[in-house]
């Protein structure tokens, strides 16, 4: 039934069948000055080990793309000297190391400045200005792991809330994520709404597809009081199969939106911050807040704390338990969303970009201690920083093996999380 229905809300809105696979990864951007190309200009990718990777140069649109062979952190230099006369690299890093998750096709910004600003082409010969410094790496190490914390913590949240009123731990949850960013894809791209309308609207259909999942799916099977285990593995069952009504109507490769892909970063102290980033961390901010506020000041949130405790002595004392639970499912629902949408911006869409999470959302729930929503958060913040700190040491693709084994060493000697209570057994 939830899959009928995802599929007959993609299919209202167009999206066109296909069977294409990930088209790989890729590092991309689009040079400009003063608004208009810069062509002709030679872009250098290596390797961690200084292999080179590939090159390329930027063409009459200024644009220009290098495939690189998988998932990882990559060296990109710029060669000034093929720069017009009198332009250059205002921010003085002609020289990036951008991490390419899995499927993505990674955005590099070179802001240039100086010259008349035209597409035209030339040597200057200049001299480099010097390469990043190692504290300007730990700067942009820091920001990407705060960053990518929030992201993780709108869902990290919501699925906290469904398991401490619930008990279901849902590995569907990572498909909710998807079906948000998807959902600003189609109205964005497809339709063609401001991208900042089309978020709105699919956090909106991310909450109603959360009520509608529990209404419809999950609260049913509550009623025939079907055990946990098994509702577990249904999960997995709906997360395969949703995964894959994705990867039918969406297709495999990564599309980016048409709003907000290529922007100069801008100068904060030690960080290079692009300025859509900036906007989406204060909207999670501001989600987090409130949505945390809310659960400890509102009679709502007191009910729902209620319910997650003890549901029987909730029900007892005359608090609807699936109004409760229903409304934890919507908020679910509309926070996964939140955070599909911010991480399509972060790296673009595509039809796994949720499931690629779930396992750090899993580690951020389980470290902060399962059903707290306060535990959620600084779960998210621990694997966040943990994740973008452990690539100043370790290869990129082994951030999440070093994010999980932190997890385990900190379980170790506290296994009811971080703010997780104790409980005896037996």
Known sequence: MLTAFLACVMLSFGFGATSAWAAGETLQGTLTNNGAPVADVKIKAFSQDGAS???????????????????????VDLD???????????????????????????????PLGGGAGGATTGNSNQPAPSAPSEWNRVADLFYAGIHFSLIIALAALGISLIFGTTGLTNFAHGELVTFGALMAFLFNVTIGLPLVLSGLIAVAIGAATGWFQDRAFWGWLRKRRTNLVTTMIISIGVSLAVRYIFLYFFGGDSRAYSEYNAQPGVEIGPFTIAPKNLVTDAIAIVVLVAVSMALVMTRLGKATRAVADNPALAAASGINVDRIIRLVWTLGGGLAALSGVILAVYQNVSYQMGFQILLLIFAAVTLGGFGTAWGALLGSLVIGLFIQFSTY??????KTVSALAALIVILLFRPQGILGRRQRIG
């Open 53 to 75: 990777v590939g090159e390329a140069t930027s063409d009459a649109q200024g644009k220009w793309s290098i495939p690189v062979p998988g998932p990882g952190t990559y060296k």
């Open 80 to 110: 000034q000297s093929t720069l017009p006369s009198g332009v250059t690299v205002t921010n003085g890093r002609p020289s990036l190391t951008p991490a390419v998750a899995e499927g993505q096709q990674r955005n590099v910004l070179f």
């Open 393 to 398: 040491w370790i290869p990129s693709e082994l």
